[in-house]
T-cell receptor, first 114, second 113 residues
């Protein structure tokens, strides 16, 4: 089955700096890669996703890049703000003909220091 | 937030007792999922459903069963709870089709003593 490794497990940055979180996956057939943000005590919420036919996707201060050859994808947050502090999870899945079975990374605790 | 509720939100139970968690959606989405979240493990898929009475196992299904008798409800049952099943349980839904986004419910914190 799929295996997703996520690094780093914790990340502290100064407000205004950029943050990068990296994930690698094992199943070359995976074709959908979402990123979720989870604030303390809250539910995970999708912030951005990318499919295997696209190399990069941006949404304001957030971008995701995908390297299919190397089987890794990364989340980039620019101009970080204190409200970006949360746990971020990457995930990967392949089309199975029915439901998408997401395999999640173990999470990155991002702290943005004022 | 998508129309997803989970009940109960918190539960404390004893080892060996049966427990049922409920996920209810008002979005008429076809797919429903149960995950557990533990420190250091992210979210792991327990079971999922692709329609009424259609379910399948996920990565960590041992000790769990599910049922879906209506589109809007997906039940997760621990037949005989163990301390290793202490966790936060999240339900998720997705529409499939042109979008694969999974929307999560608020979660249920389960403690097995």
């Amino acid at each position: 089955g799929e295996n997703v490794e996520q690094h780093p497990s914790t990340l502290s940055v100064q407000e205004g700096d950029s943050a990068v979180i990296k994930c690698t996956y094992s199943d070359s057939a995976s074709n959908y890669f979402p990123w979720y943000k989870q604030e303390l005590g809250k539910r995970p919420q999708l912030i951005i996703d990318i499919r295997s036919n696209v190399g990069e996707k941006k949404d304001q201060r957030i971008a995701v890049t995908l390297n299919k050859t190397a089987k890794h994808f990364s989340l980039h947050i620019t101009e970080t703000q204190p409200e970006d502090s949360a746990v971020y999870f990457c995930a990967a899945s392949r089309s199975s003909g029915s439901a998408r079975q997401l395999t999640f990374g173990s999470g990155t605790q991002l702290t943005v220091l004022p | 937030d998508a129309g997803i509720t989970q009940s109960p939100r918190h539960k404390v139970t004893e080892t060996g007792t049966p427990v049922t968690l409920r996920c209810h959606q008002t979005e008429n989405h076809r797919y429903m999922y149960w995950y557990r979240q533990d420190p250091g493990h992210g979210l792991r898929l327990i079971h999922y459903s692709y329609g009424v009475k259609d379910t399948d196992k996920g990565e960590v299904s041992d000790g769990y069963s599910v049922s879906r008798s209506k589109t809007e409800d997906f039940l997760l049952t621990l037949e005989s709870a163990t301390s290793s099943q202490t966790s936060v349980y999240f339900c998720a839904i997705s529409d499939g089709g042109s979008t694969d986004t999974q929307y999560f419910g608020p979660g249920t914190r389960l403690t097995v003593l």
